[in-house]
């Protein structure tokens, strides 16, 4: 099942596709990619623009793979990519703007992450002078262990290593394939608050994870791949939307859940309401509709409400649904 | 620093880690060890042709084989066994400067520890009565072996999963036993193409001919031993340049 209709990103189709980034930097446009008889990405058509887009889907679900084919690393079986305008497997110059960091451990662990970090602006045939690798280090704070090798980091520490070797550059694009991988939560928030930054700045930014509740912290431009296809896009509050017919979940606190219960029980939108934790979860087919039936009742019958909030708008449930739809 | 330079730095010292520093220098200290051992033994007035036979020809035929092999399968091999390979591809660099650079790096460390070996050599022989003269030749003909072997076994580690083995098989049973067998197959056996550059260069006065019983009837001369190491590694760097442009860096 998809939430939208796949359509050639066009700049004018923007506002409608959501697919289709609004100044798109990078577009694939039905890319496909087997190998053997596995099909790994199935005709997606895309594009990517300045700002956090986040690709998501569970293992295998064929991220990388599109990542890859963006990035020139794959070449797709069918479709084509472009960034700047350019077949990135054509048209090598095109990496002077673009700085990547792979899924895997992929680093090379005899060198320190400053001499990472040095071999990169070397091979960008950037500037590699020690201003220029110090602040690049900088940006993902890591001066103090920036002459340790990196053998001896910790994943969450190689992950931030790659990150400072694919900034040396300065790219205008950037591709993240599951960056926050092993980071703890302090690197984590450092990683988080770098990629918004560099989007503020105007980059394009493309983030592959599984992680839903860091994706959410990240953008809120979801491209949901399940399957080598895109399962969702859009806005993750639209794409929740679009799902009219699964029944959204609401957590109401009020002063007196019991009355409250049975009142929404006699609202046509309202399809249950289970008690617990001081307050109701509610369960129904119309945000709207429960949100104007509420404050009627709660007058009716005297009672306070003190919290109503949608539990389920998150990507985490979204993820969920879609995954229990390929089932 | 230019990417070319960068590449070839950051490759040797890949290549060249502590563990395999110290057991290639040992490897390549073996040849200089035994002289002192045959020379404790033989006969002195025959020990030119001990020299020949017992060293210079395995040092050829096994320990610059498998020390190179190791090193350039390893050049381009590792990288994609380390899945680091997008560190290097996606870059402005050509797929051409990134071919010559991995051969050249393992070329430049292979022949270093050839000339470590050679030197060691060399040196012992001159402590034995023996003439430095011998040393030019033999780094000659192994500087030429180490470019053959390395541009070959640079782009088969871009292929093969174990380029090891492969090259083993290669150095132990095509290159030894069966172009022992098969005189006309000496041409591809690269060892023998240094050793016949070696022996065109050696001074008049070393007796060469204990060299030459290896060789078969195929002895190339310095000058076509050189055209031939320029000819491969240009057809292997090409392939591996294609390879690197066609194939999907995983």
């Not at chain 2, 381009?76 to 380390?82: A, I, K, N, P, T």
Request: proline share 5%; with cysteine.
């Amino acid at each position: 099942m998809t939430t939208t209709t796949q359509v050639a990103p066009r700049p004018a189709a923007a506002a409608r596709d959501p697919l289709a980034a609004a100044q798109p930097t990078v577009v694939a446009h039905g890319v496909s990619k087997w190998f053997g008889t596995k099909v790994a990405v199935s005709d997606i058509t895309c594009s990517f623009g300045p700002g956090i887009t986040s690709l998501l889907g569970p293992n295998g679900a064929g991220k990388t793979t599109l990542l890859r084919m963006i990035t020139g690393l794959l070449h797709p079986s069918e479709g084509s990519v472009s960034v700047f305008g350019k077949d990135p497997r054509k048209d090598t110059s095109v990496y002077r703007r673009i700085g990547f960091v792979p899924e895997d451990d992929a680093v090379y662990g005899h060198l320190t992450t400053r001499e990472l970090v040095r071999y990169a602006a070397q091979l960008s045939r950037c500037d590699a002078s020690d201003r220029a690798i110090d602040a690049a280090i900088a940006r993902v704070n890591m001066q103090a262990a920036a002459d340790r090798p990196i053998a001896q980091h910790s994943k969450g520490m190689r992950q931030r290593a790659k990150v400072a070797a694919a900034l040396v550059n300065n790219p205008d694009f950037l591709v993240l394939d599951e960056p926050l991988n092993g980071a703890d939560p302090a690197q984590r928030a450092v990683l988080i608050g770098l990629f918004h930054e560099l989007a503020a700045e105007g980059r394009t930014v493309i983030v592959s994870s599984h992680v839903l509740a860091e994706v959410e912290r990240m953008t809120d431009r979801v491209i949901t791949i399940l399957d080598g296809k895109v399962a969702a896009a859009g806005n993750i509050r639209a794409i929740r939307a679009a799902m009219s017919h699964i029944p959204h979940k609401v957590r109401i606190d009020a002063d007196d859940p019991r009355t409250l219960a049975r009142a929404l029980l006699d609202v046509p939108a309202v399809l249950g309401v289970h008690l617990g934790g001081g307050g109701l979860e509610v369960e129904t087919a119309s945000l709207a509709e429960l949100g104007t039936a509420l404050p009627v009742i709660a007058i009716e019958h005297g009672i306070r409400v003190t919290r109503f909030e949608p539990v389920d708008v998150s990507l985490e449930s979204v993820f969920r649904h879609l995954l229990s739809i390929r089932r | 620093m230019t990417p070319f330079l960068a590449i070839v730095r950051v490759t040797a010292r890949q290549l060249a880690g502590r563990s395999r520093l110290i057991g290639f220098a040992l490897l390549s200290l073996a040849p200089a060890a035994l002289l002192l051992i045959a020379a404790r033994s033989a006969n002195p007035a025959a020990l030119d042709l001990e020299l020949g036979v017992l060293l210079v020809v395995p040092f050829f035929s096994l320990i610059i084989p498998i020390t190179t092999l190791i090193l350039a399968g390893s050049a381009l091999g590792d990288e994609r066994r380390d899945k680091t390979l997008s560190f290097l591809v996606l870059r402005p660099i050509s797929r051409l400067e990134i071919a010559v650079a991995k051969t050249t790096a393992a070329a430049l460390v292979s022949s270093g520890f050839a000339l470590f070996g050679t030197l060691a050599l060399s040196g012992t022989w001159v402590a034995l009565g023996g003439t430095f003269a011998i040393f030019p030749p033999i780094i000659i003909g192994a500087t030429i072996a180490c470019v053959l072997y390395s541009a070959v076994f640079v782009l088969l580690g871009n292929i093969l999963a174990r380029v090891t083995l492969a090259g083993l098989l290669y150095v132990l049973l095509f290159e030894s036993a069966i172009v022992d067998e098969i005189e006309r197959l000496a041409g591809a056996s690269f060892w023998r193409i240094g050793l016949g550059a070696t022996v065109d260069a050696m001074p008049s006065q070393f007796p060469a001919r204990a060299l030459l019983a290896p060789l078969g009837g195929w002895v190339p001369s310095l000058t076509s031993a050189l055209i031939v190491a320029g000819a491969i590694a240009i057809i292997c760097i090409a392939a591996c340049t294609l390879l690197l442009s066609r194939r999907d860096s995983l």
